[in-house]
Structure formats: C-alpha cells, structure tokens
C-alpha cells in the first residue's frame, strides 16, 4: 500500500499546505490499484475514512438560527433551501461499511461476522462536540439529505423521501439535523 501512496502523490500533488486537506483522490482511485481489486469494499472504505478527516477536522460551524426559521411565513416554508453542515458526508456503500470500521477500530463484530453480501448500506458521517460519527441511516432520510445536498427546496426534499417511505418523519429529522448541527442555516 505504501508504493500505492507513492504513486497517488506523484499524480495528485498537494494544493494545500494544511495535510487535512490531502488525500480525496486516493479513495476514488483504489479501484484500478491491482493489488487491491480483490478486496471489493476497500474504495469504500477509503471513501468512509476520507468523510471521517473530514468531518473531525473541519472548522466549526455556528448553531441553526431557530428565530430565523420562526419568522418565515407559512406559504413560504415550502420553498426554504437549508444548508449543510460542510463537516457532513453521506454515503452509499453495496457493502457493510459500519460494520468494517467497526471491525478495523476494535469496537465492533470480528471478521467471520461481517457478510460482504448484507444489504446495501447508507451512512451519514458528521462532527458531534468535537467527535466524528458515523451512523447509519434509512433510504428516506438518506433522499431527504442528498436533495438538500443538492439545494433543494424543503418541499422537494420532503416529496422525496415520502415517495421513499410514506412513513417517513420529516419533523422529527429535521429537528435531528437541527439539533445535530447538520443543517445549519436556510434561504
């Protein structure tokens, strides 16, 4: 793996001076590392530990401004655009991701239990008091993330992920992410 990372250095040179800010390529291209195909979820995992730096090094956001939503009026709340916490990642993986970091961090099951074949995986990775966490989530509150993401309208987020799970609790996420920090300000 070493001469791996020799090689992504050559062809990814640096852009920062600050070392936390260095290494988004490398998940991206394991892959096509040879010696690496046979462990199919370890891009993934790249991925995972790259959102993990992430999240545990990037700069504190200030808390949601409840006041701020109080004041919009009704008919314009469908068309709020909230904004993520930049220390978010979401992250669908075909594998058990939390299982694996679980397993390489010593917290969690050992290698005989975690199935390669489970049931797809979706993951948000984001900084609580200082501390990065990984937790998996539903499909539903996974879409209703990934549209706010993207910017869309609160209407739109929420027609998402009801089309996903009709059961889907859009207050009770919304008051999650707010109280999480994850969504931190509106348009």
Not at 154 to 174: G, I, M, P, Y
Request: some cysteine; aromatic content about 10%; hydrophobic content about 50%.
């Amino acid at each position: 793996m070493l001469i791996y990372a020799n090689i992504i250095l050559k062809k990814y040179p640096s852009d920062s001076g600050d070392l936390n800010n260095y290494g988004h390529a490398f998940a991206g291209s394991l892959a096509s590392f040879a010696p690496a195909q046979q462990l199919i979820y370890l891009p993934d995992v790249a991925h995972l530990e790259w959102a993990y730096q992430q999240a545990l090094h990037a700069e504190q956001q200030p808390l949601f401004n409840m006041a701020k939503l109080a004041n919009i009026d009704l008919e314009q709340q469908p068309h709020i655009i909230f904004k993520l916490n930049p220390a978010l990642s979401l992250l669908a993986s075909n594998f058990p991701l939390k299982k694996i970091w679980d397993l390489c961090q010593q917290a969690g099951p050992t290698a005989d239990q975690i199935d390669l074949a489970e049931a797809s995986r979706l993951l948000i990775i984001y900084r609580r008091d200082c501390v990065a966490v990984i937790e998996e989530i539903n499909k539903a509150e996974y879409i209703f993330l990934t549209a706010i993401a993207a910017g869309r309208t609160f209407a739109d987020a929420c027609t998402q992920a009801l089309k996903a799970d009709a059961q889907f609790d859009v207050s009770a996420c919304l008051q999650k992410h707010i109280a999480n920090n994850n969504i931190i300000d509106l348009a």
